[in-house]
């Protein structure tokens, strides 16, 4: 692992953990046995390492996004990628939903800035999703309804964790986690079958 990669681990740890107020640089240098002099010479602010890590984070489930820019993206493909990709990202990171609400909270500006620079195709979904709707292929829905009620139903479990395992699985880990296992077939299912998909031939 380079210096790089040791410090992005690091970063990655105690942002977590702590929050982007609560995070100090020398912290972050302790955690990647380094000190912070060599800290700055790779990130020279806690700002510049925040987007780089908000960056690489947001490049694992980027590619569910793929889909939606080609000439004509498959509905189907899209829905599936985007679920898979960010189910696998919360099995890496399962901290990170909660993460992102608290520096939500904290500072609404900065994420939004973030986001922007992640170049979303949010167009190109808005046209897919409408000619769904135009083939009568799914019901009549919003973009924004359909993707945020998407994203709701991904990290629902992982944010309400505690609930989720103490509640209904009687704080049985395994179980918890077998269901979060099986939950990226059983979650296309539901949403296919809530918006009445019906795959053209």
């Known amino acids: 692992m380079t210096t790089e990669e040791q410090i992005l681990v690091a ?8 929050g982007f107020e ?22 020279r602010t806690k700002e510049k390492l925040f987007e780089q890590i908000f960056t690489e984070v947001f490049q694992k489930i980027k590619p569910a996004f793929s889909n939606a820019l080609h000439p004509d993206p498959d509905f189907q493909a899209f ?3 985007f679920i ?3 189910l696998n990202l919360l099995d890496e990171l399962p901290f990170l939903p909660r993460f992102v609400i608290q520096e939500l909270n904290r500072d609404p500006k900065r994420f939004v800035a973030l986001m922007e620079k992640q170049e979303i195709p949010f ?5 897919m999703i ?27 479990p992982y944010i309400a964790q505690a609930l989720v395992k103490d509640i209904f699985f009687n704080k049985n880990e395994a179980a918890y986690h077998e269901f979060l296992s099986d939950r990226k077939q ?3 299912d539901f949403v296919f079958n809530g918006i009445g998909f019906k795959k053209a031939f």
């Open 130 to 156: 409408q000619r769904e709707v135009d083939k009568k292929t799914i019901q009549p829905i919003a973009a924004e309804q359909f993707i945020i009620n998407l994203i709701a139903l991904i990290v629902f």
């Open 11 to 18: 970063a990655r740890k105690v942002f977590i953990e702590k």
């Open 22 to 43: 609560g995070t100090r640089m020398q912290e972050i240098a302790n955690e990647a046995g380094i000190n912070k002099a060599l800290l700055h010479y790779y990130f």
């Open 84 to 86: 898979e990709g960010y």
């Open 186 to 188: 059983k979650l296309a």
């Open 123 to 127: 167009d190109s979904i808005r046209q």
């Open 79 to 81: 829905t599936n990628a």
